[in-house]
């Protein structure tokens, strides 16, 4: 495939094809080459389908609950998922039959939330629901390092450009930076925004959705939701929360106006530089593109249903996203062919 990423035109977005699984679908990933979107759903089940025409090929025999987090060897050559039940398990991305060829209980019995590979393809971070992020050996699961500090579920990772850094959220807003060479935490960033406390109803909520580094590797992007004043009413708002990466402070506060009963799951940045996130929750779902320097979202996109992740093609155009209503659907942003 033809690996140059292009320009987006995210005001251009339109929905080019859908495909249905037999679960509501909780995650979703593009293989590094282009050819297929993995998507996990709300049993044990994991979907591949061909971008050429659709086929969808079953993962099965591997978790015993929901997959939520993805991600690829860096030749493509595996997927690694990881379950709430605590398991990451290596499958060969093009089998014809797939099969479990490796599994290992990274964190016990807690979910797993995130996972990330690092840009060199040397390192896959882990986290989960033992406030513990893990670095393991892609090639052959071997434990490599492990981050403690959170004191509650660390809910996303990622890294930045240079590898060199990894960022943390956790269930409280608080996101940390930490040194991969080292092992030490560089800083400790308040997001306590995207997070609530609510005494009548005796729950956490919130917390740091997803993470992102800028490609220049100066701004670091960390989403939610806010204003949560009726967590199980679903009362809350979107937000995202722009850090400076040296100082950890917050440059600025994304916001999506009218937007009620929303959370943003991903977010990514795009080559035309501007900040996609995919949003999801009882207003149905959206894709909305920020550009770093202006408060308000610059552009959205209204998806069919409520979605519940996001990624982007290694071409920069396709995105797809993953929704209740068991579809995976693939937007190009870019103008419709004639």
């Not at 990881?82 to 039959?97: H, Q, R």
């Amino acid at each position: 495939m033809n690996s140059i990423e292009l320009m987006p035109d995210p005001k251009q977005a339109h929905v080019v094809s859908q495909w249905p699984a037999d679960r509501p679908l909780i995650s979703c990933r593009f293989d590094p080459q282009g050819k297929y979107v993995f998507c996990g759903a709300e049993d044990a089940g994991i979907s591949r389908f061909s971008l050429a025409d659709g086929t969808r090929t079953a993962f099965v025999g591997g978790h015993s609950t929901w997959v939520k987090s993805l991600a690829f060897t860096k030749d493509g050559g595996h997927l690694i998922s990881g379950g709430y039940d605590g398991k990451l398990i290596w499958w060969e991305t093009a089998a014809a039959t797939p099969v479990p060829i490796r599994s290992i209980a990274a964190h016990g019995t807690s979910w797993i939330r995130s996972l990330e590979l690092s840009p060199d393809g040397s390192l896959l971070a882990s986290a989960g629901n033992d406030s513990r992020v893990r670095l393991w050996n892609p090639a052959d699961g071997s434990l490599l390092q492990e981050f403690s500090g959170h004191e509650k579920h660390v809910w996303s990772v990622t890294f930045d450009p240079s590898g060199r850094f990894i960022a943390t959220g956790d269930l409280g807003g608080i996101v940390k930076e930490w040194e991969i060479a080292t092992g030490k935490e560089i800083r400790s960033c308040d997001g306590k925004e995207l997070w609530s406390y609510n005494g009548g109803q005796q729950v956490d909520f919130g917390g740091v959705r997803a993470l992102s580094v800028s490609r220049d590797g100066k701004l670091l992007a960390a989403g939610g939701l806010y204003k949560a004043s009726n967590p199980l009413g679903a009362v809350h708002e979107p937000l995202v929360l722009l850090f400076n990466w040296e100082s950890g402070a917050i440059e600025k506060k994304l916001i999506a106006e009218g937007i009620t009963q929303g959370v943003v799951w991903r977010l990514r940045w795009l080559a035309d530089g501007s900040l996609m996130a995919v949003d999801g929750g009882g207003n149905g779902g959206y894709l909305f593109f920020w550009k770093p320097d202006t408060e308000k979202d610059y552009h959205r996109f209204q998806l069919p249903n409520i979605a519940r992740d996001m990624d982007v093609h290694p071409d920069g155009i396709q995105v797809a996203t993953v929704h209740h209503d068991r579809h995976v659907r693939i937007t190009r942003l870019a103008a419709k062919s004639s």
